[in-house]
C-alpha cells in the first residue's frame, strides 16, 4: 500500500515538473500545485492580469466584482456589507493624479498632486511556480511565461 501511494506521489511530482512555458495556461490554472502570480492592473484597487479583458479602449474584469464595505458597529465590531456586483475598468492608456509628499526640515509634511500617465500593456510575463508541499509549502519557481489578454466576451 505504501509503495502504491509512494508511485502516484512520484508520478504526480513528475507530470508537475513536466510543465514548460509552452504548457496552456488552462492547464496550469487547473492543477492546485501551480501558483501563478501575474502583475496587477488598478482600476480602484489592484486586479490580477490574468482576470482582465480588453474592452475597447479599456481593461476590465472578466467578471462582476462584489461592492463590499466595512461598517462599524460600536467601538470593536464591525461587518462588510456588500450591495451588488458591477464591471471595474481602466483606460489602457490613462493618466491619474496621485500625491507626491515630502518632508520639509521643520518635519512638516508638504504634498502635491503628480499627474501620472502610463499605459498598460496588453502582454506581461508571469511567474509560474510549484507549491511543493510539506510543512512551510515551499514553493519552487519553475518558469516564466507570457499571458496576452483577451478581448472581453
Known amino acids: 500500500m505504501n509503495k502504491l501511494i509512494a508511485i502516484i506521489a512520484l508520478l504526480a511530482s513528475a507530470t508537475a515538473s513536466a510543465y514548460t512555458a509552452a504548457t496552456s495556461w488552462e492547464t496550469l490554472q487547473n492543477d492546485p500545485r501551480i501558483q501563478i502570480d501575474a502583475p496587477t492592473v488598478f482600476m480602484g484597487h489592484a486586479v ?31 461587518k462588510e456589507v456588500c450591495k451588488g456586483e458591477k464591471y471595474l475598468s481602466t483606460p489602457i492608456n490613462y493618466t491619474r493624479t496621485s500625491w507626491d509628499c515630502n518632508y520639509t526640515q521643520n518635519d512638516q509634511r508638504v504634498c502635491e498632486d503628480k499627474v501620472i500617465s502610463g499605459t498598460y500593456p496588453l502582454t506581461v510575463m508571469v511567474k509560474v511556480s510549484k507549491v511543493m508541499g510539506g510543512k512551510n509549502d515551499r514553493v519552487e519557481f519553475l518558469f516564466h511565461k507570457a499571458f496576452t489578454v483577451q478581448n472581453c466576451h
Do not use: A, H, W
Not at 59 to 77: A, D, M, W
Open 48 to 78: 490580477d492580469y490574468m482576470f482582465t479583458c480588453k474592452d475597447g479602449n479599456n481593461l476590465r474584469t472578466i467578471k462582476p466584482v462584489k461592492q463590499c464595505e466595512t461598517i462599524y458597529i460600536g467601538k470593536n465590531q464591525s
